[in-house]
């Protein structure tokens, strides 16, 4: 599989903003392996909508949308479970 460049949209960053740095660290290096594999064992697509995904980081989800023609993983955002579906998309 080739590689995926990782595009961070705003809405993702400033959750990150929000997020004790403890965590950041361990979103980052997740996220950061999904240009190698965008698909890892423990992603789930999303229902009701095209080419979304999540992965979970501890109590964190990060929710993303791969284009594999263009190669490109976009991160739309990174939240705590419990608010992690609402309003999205």
Known sequence: MGSYKILWKRSAEKDLESIEPKHVLRII???ESLSVNPFP???RKLRGVERIYR??????RVIYQV???AKIVVIYYVRHRRRAYRGIF
């Open 29 to 31: 290096e997740v996220v």
């Open 55 to 60: 992965i979970r980081v501890g109590d964190y």
């Open 41 to 43: 064992p423990d992603c």
């Open 67 to 69: 284009d594999t023609k």
